[in-house]
């Protein structure tokens, strides 16, 4: 081994060990180069080990050159070390990028179902004229589902209402919101304005027109002095409110057990007009509620003296008044929760 051999063996190792730094692609790589080069058991050491077969003149020499080597990997090193850093950044920005012109994920709010809005719309007409919203149970006692609105265990009314029992003997899914006159007039005292919305139960086959549950608004006034022209005076209000100003409406001669006389209240077809059509079956009129005064017994069934006081109670449907407000023809759409449907309420 001479001095040119070793020198020219540390200018090989130096030019391979700046390839190998250039070419290492992640921090793992150089530190494997680093250790395959300058470690203990490196490269460098290995070409060193030579220099004690020199001549002690020439040894500075190679010593010298050896550490020119290192210090030269060493800078290829950090340098290196420095672009890798900068390059795993630069990536990560890209990756973690927010793009501003992308389009946002559309939110889904949600709205109130247009029951609800009918139902809320009623309350706030009715309660202009000072009537205060209630609620009775759905699930309600015989004797007040029919015995106190008049309606005794065999009456043929009784017909007019299927009826879904429950397994409790004497009750049964209240058929219409009419039992929460008894409820009201039995904890309140007149003068009575109230207004009692809520879902209903009968055992119907299921068509365009009819559903097994729907939803109804009761409502009772009862004073000294409460004549029929109040009622007529109130729905006549109502309807103006509810299907436009002008709107032509009438009282037509109607029967239920728990009022007397009974009415069916009607309001010029909102579809034609009262030219004639499909919807009001070519009669121009369509029947929005029935109503009457309170029957004696009822008010006397409610707590009331019937020589005093005197009420007119009404009920309507809000899927009826729902489908006319909206023009749906189809009252099974309300219950299907179709999100195609409600969102149209939105
Ligand atoms: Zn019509």
Not at 49 to 69: E, F
Not at 88 to 101: F, I, P, Q, S, Y
Not at 198 to 220: I, K, M, P, T
């Amino acid at each position: 081994m001479d001095l040119d051999t070793l020198s020219a063996r540390l200018s090989t190792l130096e030019q391979a060990g700046l390839d190998a730094i250039r070419a290492a692609s992640s921090p793992e790589a150089l530190e494997a180069v680093q250790v395959a080069y300058l470690g203990r058991r490196g490269e460098l050491k290995t070409v060193l080990g030579g220099i004690g077969a020199l001549p002690a003149p020439d040894r500075p020499q190679v010593g010298a050159i050896g550490n020119a080597v290192r210090e030269a990997l060493e800078a290829a090193l950090e340098i290196r070390r420095r672009e890798l850093q900068t390059a795993a950044l630069d990536a990560r920005l890209a990756r973690e990028t927010v793009d501003v012109t992308l389009p946002g994920r559309p939110f889904r709010s949600g709205s109130l179902h247009p029951l609800i809005e009918t139902n809320r719309e009623i309350a706030r007409i009715f309660g202009q004229f000072g009537f205060v919203v209630y609620e009775g149970p759905e699930v309600e006692s015989d004797a007040r589902n029919f015995q106190a609105l008049n309606i005794p265990p065999d009456h043929p009314a009784r017909d007019l209402w299927d009826t879904l029992y429950v397994d409790v003997p004497g009750y049964l899914l209240r058929t219409h919101t009419s039992p929460g006159q008894i409820h009201v007039m039995q904890q309140t005292a007149p003068p009575i304005r109230a207004l009692l919305p809520g879902r209903c139960f009968r055992y119907e086959a299921v068509d365009a027109s009819h559903g097994f549950e729907f939803f109804q608004v009761e409502g009772l006034m009862v004073d000294e002095g409460t004549t029929m022209a109040d009622l007529r005076g109130l729905l006549d209000a109502f309807a103006q409110a509810m299907f436009g100003r002008g709107r032509p409406t009438r009282f037509r001669p109607g029967y239920y057990p728990f009022t007397e006389p009974s009415v069916a209240f009607d309001v010029q077809c909102v579809v034609c007009n009262g030219v004639g059509c499909p919807s009001c079956k070519r009669t121009g009129w369509m029947t929005i509620l029935g109503a009457g005064m309170v029957h004696p017994v009822v008010l006397r069934n409610g707590g009331l003296d019937p020589e005093r006081y005197q009420g007119f109670a009404f009920g309507l449907g809000t899927d009826r008044i729902a489908i006319l407000r909206y023009g749906i023809d189809d009252i099974r759409m309300f219950l299907e929760n179709d999100l195609r449907f409600l969102e149209q309420f939105s």
